[in-house]
């Protein structure tokens, strides 16, 4: 579907060369949800504007749809473009114009008969769930509200890929879920490839199927959502997981557990997919001679199955405490220690 | 009786404002709005052509052109910076070429527009500058051509300081044709010069004056009421 062949945008300020996207392959399938992921100043917002030929490559290719978007220009871009459209952090809809000509805008450009038009934007406007609101003006709706008319003006020409460039970030935790909630289903109905670039590991574990870490330009990991969060290489990768697992802010309530539980162990557990619904700490205190309690727990859901992490203090007699951690990777569960109590007691 | 009635406030007018004569005054009037109208409108056509094309051709820009952006620049700080009443004068061979006489309503137009135009370019210049860039974008991300995009964004977006910026200078082109007077172009300005100033009847220069005042109060009120509805913001 897209096709990204060793990209490289180069830019110039104040005489100095800023290289914004790195050398840069990727392939995104036909149908996916594909999200990247990167703090500001990565180079997502000038790799997603690649995609689509608001930006121009210094080198390398992009295909998307078997056409070959870097290096097009004119007439053939413009036409282009219809079928590759974008939704923006801030919403970009015209003031001047009500929700249903925001909605028909991108048709009068395509040209598409006045007609058909109305009966497109009725259907859309039903599509993002606007009814009612067709005669209002961008200023009297609110941040949810306006990035649907952004969606729906962006589904408008029937596009093959949806480009969004930090589609959420401007709002709200319940909003953000319910536009993530409207991308799912587009995605499902209409079959569009989504590419979404956004600095919340949120976004990626609720709808993507797919995950990007980007960092100065480059990819530096990537692969199924899951696996990436059961198994993260690189430190941005892990600093991006412990942002949704909470494990970064229980870290200053461990060091009062440290201090409390000079003995036994804190050990941080993965649960991904099946083993998130197996009762593993009643077993585990059945079959040995450990003590266990909850510090910290987490489960997410993402697109392809729960994810749960969990941080439990196990005391007891040192085998007994290696034996269960033994057990715990014959059923798939990640522990890691994160101390091993205090020296003096071993 | 009616008719002792309509004697008695024609004294009064007489008695307050002796040296009026009604009829000239209404056709000074008559003038200044004509040639108040025909600036303003051919002001507003040629300052938003030129307020575009700053905008366009700027760095970075749909038409960036480094030449073309600092001559129109250029040309209109030349034209904004000299004194209108010397611009008159610079321009009178000129306009008597066009109109083979530099007196009367017409041959004021050059010099009110020439005065007018750049210094509302540059107001459009600013209400363009001020539409969100990712509006621009958005619209280009959609396929939309540089036409598109003028007709349905750039004009749209700015809308607001289009219309208050083309009061302010309608305002302005009033006085203007009062100066404009000065050479003979006729209004209520050439009234008020020579009837007021001149033959000193105060009371004459007082009557024009309510007049352009009223002139100017209503333009304010035709701008602010069209600026207000189509500010949707």
């Known amino acids: 579907m897209i096709s990204i062949k060793e990209l490289r945008k ?3 300020v104040n005489d100095k060369k800023i290289v914004a996207v790195d050398n840069l392959t990727l392939d995104i399938e036909k149908g ?13 917002s000038t790799f997603i504007r690649l995609l689509n030929g608001l930006e121009q490559p210094t080198s390398g290719e992009v295909f998307v749809n078997d056409k070959k978007f870097s290096h097009m220009k004119g007439e053939s871009l413009r036409i282009a473009r219809q079928k590759v459209s974008m939704i923006f952090q801030h919403f970009n809809l015209l003031w001047s114009r009500t929700v249903e000509e925001n909605i028909e805008f991108p048709l009068e450009i395509a040209g598409v008969p006045k007609k058909e038009r109305k009966q ?8 993002v769930g606007l009814k009612g609101r067709e005669k209002s003006y961008p200023s009297q709706l609110s941040g949810g509200q306006k990035q649907r008319v952004g969606i729906a003006r962006a589904l408008a020409n029937e596009p093959d890929v949806l480009l969004g460039d930090e589609a959420t970030s401007a709002l709200d935790p319940e909003t953000t879920d319910a536009i993530l909630d409207l991308l799912v289903d587009i995605n499902e109905r209409l079959g569009i490839t989504i590419v979404l670039i956004t600095h919340e590991m949120h976004v990626i574990q609720k709808i993507c199927h797919r995950v990007a870490v980007m960092e100065d330009g480059k990819i530096v990991e990537t692969g199924k959502v899951l696996d990436v969060f059961q198994n993260p290489q690189e430190t941005i990768t892990k600093r991006f997981v ?4 909470g494990v ?14 000079p003995n036994g162990s804190l050990i941080q557990l993965t649960f991904v997919g099946q083993t998130t619904e197996e009762p593993v700490l009643t077993e585990l205190i059945r079959n040995f001679q450990v003590t266990a309690s909850v510090v910290h727990g987490n489960m997410n859901q993402t697109k392809d199955g729960p994810y749960g ?27 890691e220690v994160l101390n091993n109590g205090s020296t003096n007691n071993e | 009786m009616g008719q002792q009635t309509t004697n008695d406030k024609t004294s009064l007018t007489e008695q307050f404002f002796p040296n009026v004569d009604w009829v ?40 960036a052109n480094h030449i073309v952006h600092f001559l129109t620049g250029s040309i209109v700080n030349i034209f904004r910076s000299i004194p209108f009443i010397i611009l008159i004068i610079l321009l009178i061979p000129f306009t008597k070429f066009f109109f083979g006489s530099i007196r009367g309503a017409n041959a004021a137009l050059p010099a009110l527009i020439i005065g007018a135009a750049p210094f509302y370019a540059r107001m459009v210049l600013i209400g363009l500058r001020e539409i969100d860039k990712g509006v621009i974008e958005a619209a280009k991300s959609m396929g939309a051509k540089t036409s598109t995009i003028i007709w349905k964004v750039l004009l749209p977006e700015s809308s607001p300081a289009i219309f208050s910026g083309i ?67």
């Open chain 1, 10 to 12: 180069e830019f110039t």
């Open chain 2, 167 to 233: 009061t302010v200078t309608s305002v302005t082109l009033v006085g203007y044709t009062a100066m404009a007077g000065v050479i003979g172009a006729g209004g209520l300005g050439h009234l008020a010069f020579l009837h007021g100033f001149q033959r000193n009847n105060p009371d004459v220069t007082l009557v024009a004056t309510v007049i352009i005042v009223a002139i100017v109060f209503l333009l304010q009120w035709i701008g602010d009421t069209i600026t207000a509805k189509v500010d949707k913001r």
């Open chain 2, 24 to 63: 000239q005054m209404w056709e000074a009037t008559y003038e200044t709005i004509y040639m108040t109208a025909l600036s303003t409108f051919f002001t507003f056509i040629i300052g938003l052509a030129i307020g575009l094309l700053l905008f366009l051709t700027a760095p970075y820009n749909m038409w």
């Open chain 1, 309 to 335: 992490t969990l941080i439990v203090h196990i005391d007891g007699e040192t085998k007994q405490i290696h034996d269960a951690l033994q057990y715990l990777q014959s059923i798939d569960v990640k522990a």
């Open chain 1, 248 to 261: 970064e802010d229980t870290l200053p309530t461990l060091e009062t557990i440290f201090q409390h539980y």
């Open chain 1, 120 to 127: 497109r934007v009725h259907h859309l406007i039903e599509l």
């Open chain 1, 242 to 245: 412990s942002q949704l697992t």
């Open chain 1, 32 to 44: 996916e949800i594909f999200g990247v992921i990167g703090y500001s100043g990565a180079g997502k």
